[in-house]
């Protein structure tokens, strides 16, 4: 799995020789979660290995373990003394249709009120579940959508297969490459200890896939500048992804909010963002711009369900894409369920977390051997089509919840309290994964480097 994955960011296959994964043991899945987990995180560390090695005249072995890389893919914090927020919306989750099922994503208030607007029944739950159960899924499923509003009708894999996204976002590459313009070198000095020290990533991303990318990237010493809109907020998610990092809020619709952005973006040498596809053009901030006005900037994207075809505009998270792609329709045929049965985890934000986190860094290599910046971008909905090619393989052993033993000792002290984080799952010959800062809450930084 590892060597598809290096392959389709098209890393030399030489250096998989350097990565040693140890362990055994799976989640339980339809599909093969741990191998996925244990290769994502290889594959972001063999693209680190690269870069080190490009830098400093020698690549590092790298080494994975598969039971940590597993318990990454979930939480890695454990607040000592307080609580994490809900991760869901009262709202959110699986409905019963008259043909089948659908998932209501209403984690946003905004996709809250998209969603209760076109059902015309009250935030209770038992009152959303009456209504939805006289609907068709694919009727209910393109009102919400059409409303502004998330949600996902559960599609077996043949359905998904067959289905015009389906085709379009099956026929695209796991990870699009192009080249940028000319860019300058980086500076000579470098710190094996701390090989992304120095490089400035700036983080549009929010949850979770970009946000676990640059989450790894601020482990290995890059500095993070993630910017969020005013009043944004995610919950349990936060103290999770942004340790290392630093928090600022700009309003890219606000003109002054925008300069100061564009501002930000001629010395990144990084951007990570999520947003669909066209939604930085509406905003004056399209790919010709941030090409004028970064010339040699690495821009590494993810969108929800591909960047072709009649729903690459569309928004949406992991559960919805695993609903749309077959993922859950297959655990719950698998195990005889009565309802739709996900993975255990959210393994296509995290999966993809960590290739973006890989094509980041490939692209500094590259930009470092070829003096030029690149372009990268993924989908969820091709993370999810390349995870179902692999299905579980029988083990020995389950891989069950957390131990104390998997935490590091030192606490974490974040702003909400201090927390135990998950020993980390990676590790180079001198570079181990370590943050500068503890995970803080949004908007405490100022909108500059």
């Not at 030489?14 to 989640?27: A, R, T």
């Not at 590092?60 to 598969?66: C, G, L």
């Not at 974490?412 to 010959?429: K, N, S």
Request: charged share 20%; hydrophobic share 45%; glycine share 12%.
């Amino acid at each position: 799995m590892m060597s598809a994955l290096w392959g389709a960011l098209g890393g030399e296959p030489d250096l998989i020789d350097k990565v040693h994964v140890k362990g055994e043991g799976s989640l339980p899945s339809v599909f093969a979660v741990s191998d996925f987990a244990a290769a994502a995180i290889a594959t972001a560390g063999s693209a680190l290995a690269e870069w080190t090695g490009a830098r400093s005249g020698r690549i590092p072995d790298v080494s994975v373990d598969r039971r940590l890389a597993s318990l990454w893919f979930g939480f890695s914090i454990a607040p000592q003394g307080w609580e994490l927020p809900p991760v869901w919306d009262a709202i959110a989750g699986d409905y019963a249709t008259a043909d089948g099922w659908i998932r209501l994503h209403t984690n946003a208030p905004r996709h809250r009120v998209a969603a209760l607007s076109v059902l015309g029944t009250a935030p209770e739950r038992d009152a959303v579940a009456a209504v939805v159960a006289t609907l068709r899924a694919d009727d209910l499923e393109l009102s919400i959508v059409a409303n502004g509003g998330c949600a996902a009708a559960m599609r077996n894999r043949q359905q998904w297969a067959d289905h015009p996204q389906g085709r379009a976002v099956l026929a695209e590459p796991l990870m699009r490459m192009d080249m940028g313009a000319g860019a300058p070198d980086f500076a000579a000095d470098f710190d094996v200890s701390r090989p992304l020290a120095g490089v400035k990533i700036l983080d549009l991303t929010r949850v979770l896939a970009g946000p676990v990318a640059t989450r790894f990237l601020a482990g290995f010493g890059a500095d993070v500048l993630r910017v969020d809109p005013p009043a944004w907020d995610e919950g349990a998610v936060i103290p999770e992804v942004t340790p290392g990092k630093r928090c600022a809020r700009l309003d890219l619709k606000n003109a002054s909010d925008r300069e100061r952005f564009k501002d930000l973006l001629a010395e990144a040498d990084v951007l990570v963002h999520g947003y669909r596809p066209d939604a930085l053009e509406a905003l004056g901030l399209g790919g010709e711009v941030r090409g004028q006005l970064n010339p040699g900037l690495i821009d590494v994207s993810l969108d929800a369900y591909g960047w072709s075809g009649p729903w690459s505009g569309r928004r949406g998270f992991d559960s919805l894409v695993q609903m749309s792609c077959g993922i859950t329709q297959a655990g719950m045929a698998l195990g005889g369920a009565d309802r739709p049965v996900p993975l255990p985890v959210q393994a296509l934000d995290h999966g993809a977390g960590y290739l973006l986190a890989a094509a980041v860094m490939r692209g500094l290599t590259l930009r470092h051997k070829q003096a030029t910046g690149s372009w990268w971008r993924t989908s969820l909905a091709g993370v999810g089509g390349f995870l179902t090619r692999y299905p579980q393989k029988p083990e020995a052993g389950g891989i069950g919840k957390p131990e104390r033993a998997d935490y590091a000792d030192e606490w974490e002290q974040t702003d909400w309290g201090p927390a135990l984080r998950l020993l980390p799952p990676i590790r180079l010959d001198n570079a181990a994964m370590g943050w500068d800062r503890p995970a803080g809450k949004l908007g405490t930084s100022a909108p500059s480097w």
